[in-house]
């Protein structure tokens, strides 16, 4: 049972455009979620946070989005760059905002090219 | 800036040995966190520990356990280690229990069990 998912296993996207990342969650008491970033042969590293009392956060390029009725959230990237290309995980989690214990998507890999 | 070190890259070894994956943290964190990243599953809990000697069956801790002697150091044991256990294995740490910091990573050991 699948309580994260991410249905899109890949994106391509040119250099400069924006790059939008999908993520659904099933269990109505994630009030936590995360995106990190993980290149080939090193561990993830983190993105960007939103709690559930928010529809969107945003660092620099990177804005998470919120929609708790719809149980999605989405990364936006703008602009892309090369060095995005890597595999991008959505995790959440249940109870107090917290990170005791993450679920993970199963990825998506985003390619941006020149 | 967090450091969290797996004690091997790469790992092969023999169907029915035990097998030691070693992890150490250096920001004195509480929590520390044993996942396994398969293709088209995302990241899966093996086992967590929130304090010294204290642990927690993730999702899959089945043909695993874990050792937490120290705070600083946690290890995943393989009992009798099984081709199916071929996995890349990570490693994560995290500040204390109920906490809204984000879980840092190792840089993951890729077990090859023949």
């Known amino acids: 049972d699948q309580q994260v998912k991410q249905n899109s296993p890949s994106l391509s996207v040119q250099e400069g455009r924006i790059s939008i990342l999908n993520c659904d969650y099933t269990n109505s008491m994630f009030d936590y979620f995360l995106w990190y970033k993980k290149y080939p042969a090193e561990g993830p590293t983190f993105l960007i946070s939103?709690?559930?009392?928010?529809d969107k956060n945003e660092d620099g390029r990177f804005t998470v989005f919120l929609n708790k009725s719809a149980k999605h959230l989405s990364l936006h990237i703008v602009p892309s760059q090369p060095g995005d290309s890597a595999v991008y995980f959505c995790a959440a989690s249940a109870g107090n905002y917290n990170t005791d214990k993450l679920i993970f998507g199963t990825g998506t890999r985003l390619q941006v090219f020149p | 800036d967090v450091k969290v070190t797996q004690s091997s890259r790469y790992l092969v070894k023999r169907t029915g040995e035990k097998v030691f994956l070693e992890c150490v943290q250096d920001?004195?964190?509480?929590?520390m966190f044993w996942y396994r990243q398969d293709p088209g599953l995302g990241l899966r809990l093996i086992y967590f520990?929130?304090?010294?000697?204290?642990?927690e069956k993730g999702d899959i801790p089945e043909g695993y356990s874990v050792s937490r002697e120290k705070k600083e150091r946690f290890s995943l044991i393989l009992e009798s280690a099984s081709t199916n256990q071929t996995s890349m294995y990570l490693c994560?740490?995290?500040?204390?229990?109920?906490?809204?910091?984000?879980?840092?990573f190792g840089d993951g050991t890729r077990l090859s069990i023949l």
């Open positions: 994560a740490s995290s500040w204390g229990v109920s906490s809204n910091q984000p879980q840092h």
């Open positions: 939103i709690s559930s009392i928010k």
């Open positions: 920001m004195d964190h509480e929590n």
């Open positions: 520990s929130y304090d010294v000697k204290m642990k």
